[in-house]
């Protein structure tokens, strides 16, 4: 896929400066927070966030560790240019985190195949069609060591009659194709045939616009 290609941070229908203010509608603080905790960063590790958007995860994990090295990968260089400017305004030091324009699918080549302790993706897999849900997640696979981690916020399965008509929202920005294998239940499966292990969803958030999950997993 090209850069032209992918779906926008905040839906086909928003420009990306109103990206922050939407998420915010999802707890984002709550569940950026799960993800830090799960990620747990250490100095020297190398952690990337693959669809970083505007640099919101990338700009924590930083301010969480600063000792370790955080590279932000997107498609979209309005997105890339917010991360920037965010990650300056937090007044992140010497090593801040790296932005870097490129697919998802392209990561393992952006950043070196079998380099990262860490990869992170948040709110990005719903918006893909699921062939390149299955590119993306190898790429990440291929990206990371041996016993490297993977952890994932995004929209998974809809358990109830409340979060399937909140979920309707992201449908109608993000499209019904790409977004109702997730809300099937799909990632789960799509990650442990992208040669993970020990797959497990970690954490649900209830949110106005759908269940959040976080997945966790690892590279053998």
């Known amino acids: 896929m090209s850069e032209r290609s992918f779906t926008p941070a905040a839906g086909r229908f928003a420009p990306v400066r109103l990206y922050d203010p939407v998420v915010a509608l ?21 952690v990337v966030d693959v669809g ?14 600063p000792r370790a090295t955080v590279i932000g990968v997107d498609p979209d260089p309005e997105a890339l240019a917010v991360a920037r400017r965010k990650s300056a305004a937090a007044g992140a030091a010497d090593n801040a985190p790296e932005w870097r324009l490129g697919m998802g699918d392209a990561v393992a080549g952006l950043v070196g195949a079998g380099t990262a302790d860490t990869v992170v993706s948040s709110l990005v897999l719903h918006q893909c069609p699921v062939p390149m849900k ?9 990206t990371l060591r041996p016993g490297g981690k993977l952890v994932i916020a995004d929209y ?10 909140a979920f309707r929202v992201v449908q109608l920005a993000d499209g019904k194709a790409d977004t109702q294998p997730n809300a099937d239940g799909v990632l789960p499966r799509l990650i442990a045939e992208a040669g ?6 970690s ?16 590279r053998p």
Not at 52 to 65: F, K, Q
Not at 134 to 142: F, K, R, S, T
Not at 196 to 201: I, L, N
């Open 156 to 165: 998974g399965k809809q358990r109830t009659a409340a979060m399937r008509l």
């Open 203 to 218: 954490e649900t958030v209830a949110t106005l616009t759908g269940s959040l999950s976080l997945y966790v997993a690892r």
């Open 196 to 201: 993970f292990q020990d797959v497990r969803e």
């Open 134 to 142: 299955h590119a993306v997640l190898a790429a990440m696979h291929e």
């Open 26 to 46: 999802t707890r984002e603080r709550l569940w950026r927070s799960l993800v830090a905790m799960h990620v747990a960063p250490r100095p020297q590790d190398v």
């Open 52 to 65: 970083c958007g505007t640099g919101s995860l990338a700009v924590l994990l930083n301010r969480v560790e």
